[in-house]
């Protein structure tokens, strides 16, 4: 038998894959079993969302608990507050992956945005 020996470097690089690989696995998974709890309102691009119903339940989910008050990244950016998602649109869209989140974000993104 051989034996390998690896460093901290190493196992924290090949666990870190691993939680990627099985999280992308599972997501198709996941969202058939769950299911949605938020309240986000099925939104056509003519509605205007509301942020405290509308967007920050989809911010708490996906943000908690860091970018909300006692959180490290509150006093930097503040996600219980809308305006802090408008003026940093890149850096927020790069946090979401479902298409429907995104999607409700990009849209009261843009609705904040002067004609």
């Known amino acids: 038998m051989i034996r390998r020996s690896y460093n901290m470097k190493t196992i924290s690089i090949l666990v870190c894959c691993a939680v990627i690989i099985f999280s992308f696995s599972h997501r198709g998974t996941e969202r058939a079993i769950t299911t949605h709890k938020s309240t986000i309102s099925s939104s056509s691009a003519a509605d205007t969302l509301d942020f405290k119903k509308d967007i920050q339940p989809i911010l708490q989910k996906n943000c908690s608990p860091c970018h909300f008050e006692g959180g490290k ?3 930097k950016l503040p996600f219980d507050k809308g ?8 850096g927020a869209m790069k946090r979401f992956s479902e298409k429907k989140e995104a999607s409700l974000i990009k849209q009261f993104i843009d609705q904040r945005k002067p004609d």
């Open 73 to 75: 990244m509150y006093e």
């Open 83 to 90: 305006e802090t998602i408008a003026n940093h649109e890149a």
